[in-house]
């Protein structure tokens, strides 16, 4: 009977039951009908007929059993003896247990991961139909991640008929006062059609009305599930009541549930973004966010965005932006899925990660089925009388697979038990880039899938050994020396040695382009001194501090009492940190310099900074002088540049001296942007955004001539100086600074939060936690799968020797050397280690495609790691050789023979 | 698969079992022991509930067939029929205890 039909029996037991109970209550009411007809009164009836039916109830059951126990029970009996069996040899069940724990548990931890990150990133409803609708420009040299402009968002939302809809945003951060501490928070402004677009709706009250979204309308906030949560204490009328964003009062009309996380885990609050089209074509300030219409792709968007794209200047005669955008810029859409924004990056990583621990699981099993043909071996004699006694191949094939399946089934509950533990620290450990990292956990598919690596694990284990070499066609007087089946099981063996040898070698390959990646990454130059400084930024509401002026007064009263505290050796200021990323950019113009067509103006990072910002990052000055606390007070019309935009505009040029003038429009007063600022200095490059990224051109100005409160954005004047980063150098540990800098602050101004706190280190720390998680991963598998892999040589190479002790013997009794004897041994293990390591590296060189993404500095098929790797491998599988070549050269002749 | 074929006393009641059914056709539990009492002209007695664990169990190793009918009077009952299979194991069983019956026939005739 089969196992599927034994099942079904158990889950029919009700049914079955069901069936037995009517056919007696007919059985009963027949006799009883006899013994009416013969004369009986009722209750003789009643009571003859249970008389002659005997216990009712009992019977029942008795029958119930006979069908049930007959289909499970030869089952039952089969795991139970397996079970017996296994624990008789605990050291072989527990070693096959914990390899399998080890191998499932990393297997399941993974996938737990790569469930919740790759497969469902984006928890909105058909989010495979949303896309960011990003740009990029060729001519720039900045193939993706420009954003999106309000000219562009109005063009589509008239004019693309492949989007449903469009959402335009924008993230910042805002000071939120009144009810407790002043603190910053993320907020995003998006239009009014953010909900619509992402099809989640607030939990508590209601979003924004279109009305909301036009300039001058009521302000109005939508908050996180976790700020109304932490702040608010999840109080049931916040809809209604005020908040105080910057200075500005704004009511809160929603909640949105704890699973909305647009544009990221971190934003705490949503604004309506308040434009109009009559706004004009302004710059990249946005990114956007669309869902396509049912069958449509992206390419059909982007074909589809092209032409309009091309066709802005009809939309926007006459506006200056949208002429400098068509003609000197040259855009295109670059839009791609909302899940290859969110997680493209990390994709390539958790998938090789994945298949990295999968390899080691294909080790592990390899490992458990050859201590399953040694154990076949063993009992070769016990199945002998089986098959004697008339048990069939498949019940020799049951006798063996009950065995793998417990020990599959234990090693996938250890497993599992070990997974969730893992979980757990990745959580805590895992890189920030993660999207829904915190919502990582094993749940039911994760159990599903481990419980299917367990049985695919036990079929394989189990039916190598049944497959190839096991005794399933042994006699009783088969002694199982020199015959073609021991050679046969012997020829397997190596097989699977050759075979963990290969993967092993794959994986330390892997991880050894990982370490040096690693390696590379962290010796990149930041351009700066990461060691002890502290950095925290403050945002200066624009209600206390409407001007420029303002603003760059309280950073000088900050900067003198941070300057004053015991410890600190410098302190300064700028709009944006090393390797922070969001940094203002604009085009630039070399004054004197006639500007042709065809060659457009290099595209440069801005920083507006305060007196000393190069000596206190520790930054090389490499030509002329840097910016001065004297130049801020004067106001002075001077800019540094880095090293890289000096190379792209003053290629064999003097760049001290040369004039910049940033590319905006001509306002009203005739001049233009900023400047024309004096070059004065040049220093290093400093990463802006990742530590692997070729240098970014930056321009340095003093905060006194940068943007403020009072300017448009479309003024293009600089950064806006009312957010700004501190940077503290110390003599003492920066974190132990930590509340001496809040207390500065808030002699200033109480009312202002200091956010973003943390060392330069860990921000060059953070730069590289991507690459250290997936090199950690790798590593953690490379050694597992060697660890193993040298098991398995070790308990092969051993299995071979015990095999051949007479062998041995008769060798030596005969006069070899026991050297030879060794050399033999090693020889033969050598061998197959060499084989492996040899496929090892082929697969390794075929698949070097896939690793060279994660990769830095170095290229996939670097020699020095491929020779370093497979060196260390066949010297660890030589050592795991030689052990039993040595014991073998040892034996005592005459104890070799008689050990047969 | 235990068969039960060593079982003699069970071996028998799974003889008389298929040998009424496979002479009289389609029986429901209550008919067939009727057909027991009667056959054996009640020098056989046995409990009527005892059946059921035995038309059970054969049903189960595909030697009976059971349907649902309705009897004479109109009541539902199971109905069960011989299979193919179970003919094999009535002549099966038949010749285990003609040889059965001969030895201890021979056996009683030495003593």
């Known amino acids: 009977m089969s196992p599927i039909r ?28 006899e013994e009416r007809a013969g004369g009986a009164s009722e209750g003789v009836a009643r009571r003859h007929a249970r008389e002659r039916f005997g216990s009712t109830l009992v019977h029942r059951e008795q029958a119930l059993d006979t069908v049930i126990m007959t289909s499970v029970e030869s089952a039952w009996k089969e795991t139970v003896f397996a079970a017996r069996r296994l624990l008789r040899s605990p050291a072989f069940s527990l070693a096959a247990v914990l390899t399998l724990a080890l191998a499932i548990g990393a297997n399941a931890a993974i996938f737990g ?9 984006l928890p909105y409803p058909d989010s495979d139909r949303l896309i960011d609708l990003d740009h990029g420009s060729q001519l720039l040299n900045l193939p993706s991640g420009m954003g999106i402009t309000r000219g562009y968002y109005y063009q589509y939302l008239e004019r693309a008929h492949r989007l449903e809809g469009i959402a335009l945003y924008a993230s910042g951060a805002e000071t939120i006062t009144g009810d407790g501490e002043p603190q910053r928070i993320r907020v995003t402004r998006a239009t009014t059609s953010l909900a619509a677009v992402m099809r989640v709706w607030p939990e508590v009250g209601r979003w924004f009305t279109e009305d909301e979204g036009k ?7 939508v908050l996180s599930h976790g700020l109304w949560m932490r702040r608010y204490g999840g109080d049931p009328r916040i809809v209604g009541r005020s908040i105080t964003l910057s200075g500005v009062q704004a009511d809160v009309i929603g909640v949105m549930p704890a699973s909305f996380a647009f544009p990221d885990a971190r934003v705490e609050a949503w604004l309506p973004q308040q434009i109009t089209r009559s706004m004009g074509f302004g710059i990249w300030l946005y990114a956007a966010v669309a869902r396509m219409r049912d069958g449509v792709s992206v390419e059909d968007v982007r074909s589809e965005l092209n032409p309009l794209i091309a066709d802005i200047e009809n939309a926007f005669p006459g506006d200056p932006f949208a002429i400098g955008n068509s003609r000197n810029i040259k855009t295109t859409s670059t839009a791609r899925t909302l899940k290859e924004a969110t997680v493209g990056e990390i994709a390539r990583a958790l998938w090789m990660v994945l298949a990295s621990v999968g390899l080691v699981l294909l080790v592990a099993c390899a490992n458990i089925a050859n201590l399953f043909l040694v154990r076949s071996e063993a009992r070769q004699r016990e199945v002998g009388v089986r098959l004697a006694l008339g048990a069939g191949r498949a019940g020799i094939a049951r006798y063996f697979i009950a065995e793998s399946v417990l020990l599959s089934l234990a090693g996938g509950a250890a497993g599992l038990a070990l997974a969730w533990g893992a979980v757990r620290l990745l959580v805590s450990a895992g890189p920030a880039t993660l999207p829904r990292l915190g919502e990582i956990r094993l749940d039911g ?32 007087n088969e002694g199982g020396r020199g015959n073609t089946t021991s050679r046969e099981r012997h020829r397997v063996r190596r097989l699977l040695m050759g075979a963990q040898v290969a993967m092993a070698l794959v994986l330390l390959i892997a991880s050894g382009l990982m370490i040096r990646s690693f ?15 502290l950095a925290f930024s403050v945002a200066l509401p624009t209600a206390t501090y409407p001007s420029r002026v303002s603003a760059v007064a309280a950073h000088r009263q900050i900067l003198d009492r941070l300057s004053a505290l015991p410890g600190v050796n410098a302190a300064s200021a700028s709009t944006c940190l090393p390797l922070s990323g969001g940094c203002f950019g604009n085009t630039l113009l070399v004054r004197g310099r006639p500007q042709s067509p065809n060659s457009t103006s290099p595209p440069a990072r801005f920083q507006a900074v305060a007196g000393g910002y190069f000596e206190t990052m520790g930054i090389r000055l490499l030509r002329g002088r840097t910016i001065t606390r004297g130049d801020v007070e004067r106001g002075e019309l001077i800019a540094v540049i880095s090293e890289a935009l000096a190379r792209r505009l003053f290629p064999g040029e003097e760049p001290i001296g040369q004039y910049l003038l940033s590319n905006a429009p001509p306002r009203a007063d005739g001049t233009i942007g900023a400047g024309p600022l004096e070059i004065v200095g040049v220093v290093a490059d400093t990463p802006v955004q990742t530590l692997a990224e070729s240098p970014v051109s930056q321009l340095y100005m003093p905060m006194s001539i940068a943007g403020g409160p009072e ?3 479309t003024a293009l004047v600089g950064p806006d100086v009312s957010n700004i980063n501190f940077v503290v150098r110390s003599s003492i540990a920066p974190a132990a600074l930590t509340s001496a800098v809040r207390a500065a602050v808030d002699a200033v101004d109480p009312q202002l939060a200091i956010a973003r706190v943390t060392t330069l280190q860990a921000i060059v720390d953070r730069a590289s936690a991507q690459m250290a998680f997936t090199m950690v991963m790798i590593a953690i598998a490379a050694i597992v799968a060697l660890l193993l892999g040298i098991v398995g040589i070790y308990g092969v190479m051993s299995y071979i020797v015990s095999q051949r002790t007479s062998e041995i013997g008769v060798r030596l009794a005969l006069g070899a050397e026991p050297r030879s004897v060794e050399a033999m041994i090693l020889r033969q293990g050598g061998a197959v280690a060499v084989a492996g390591a040899t496929i090892g590296v082929m697969v390794a060189l075929a698949s070097s495609r896939l690793i060279a993404s994660l990769l830095y500095g170095i290229t996939p098929r670097d020699p020095s790691v491929f020779v370093g790797t497979t060196l260390m491998l066949l010297i660890v599988s030589a050592l795991a050789c030689w052990l039993p070549a040595r014991r073998a050269a040892r034996l005592s002749p005459l104890d070799a023979l008689r050990a047969d | 698969m235990p068969k039960h074929s ?10 008389l079992i298929l040998k009424l059914l496979d002479r009289s056709g389609p029986l429901h539990g209550y008919g067939l022991a009727q057909r027991i009492h009667q056959a054996t002209a009640d020098s056989l007695r046995i409990e009527e509930g005892s059946l059921y664990p035995a038309l059970q169990r054969m049903t189960h190793e595909k030697w009976l067939k059971a349907q649902w009918g309705t009897t004479d009077t109109g009541r539902k009952a199971r109905f069960y029929t011989v299979t193919a299979a179970g003919r094999k194991q009535l002549e099966e069983e038949e010749r285990r205890w003609v040889t059965l019956t001969e030895a201890v026939n021979r056996a009683l005739r030495f003593a």
Do not use: C
């Open chain 1, 445 to 476: 598919l994760a159990v599903a899938y481990t419980f299917l690596l367990s049985v695919v694990s036990a079929v394989a284990f189990g039916a190598i050994p049944l497959w190839h070499g096991a005794p399933l066609g042994a006699t009783l």
């Open chain 1, 215 to 221: 300039p001058g309308g009521p302000a109005r906030a």
């Open chain 1, 711 to 713: 300017f448009p954005a």
């Open chain 1, 113 to 121: 991961v790569v469930e919740r990150v790759l497969l469902n990133p």
């Open chain 1, 6 to 33: 034994r099942l079904w029996n158990v889950m029919r037991r009700n049914q079955l039951d069901d069936e037995l109970r009517r056919e007696v209550d007919t059985h009963l009411a027949l006799i009883e009908d």
């Open chain 2, 6 to 15: 060593n079982d003699r006393l069970q071996g028998t009641l799974d003889l």
């Open chain 1, 519 to 533: 390696q590379k990454l962290r010796d990149v130059d930041p351009g700066f001194n990461p060691a002890s400084a």
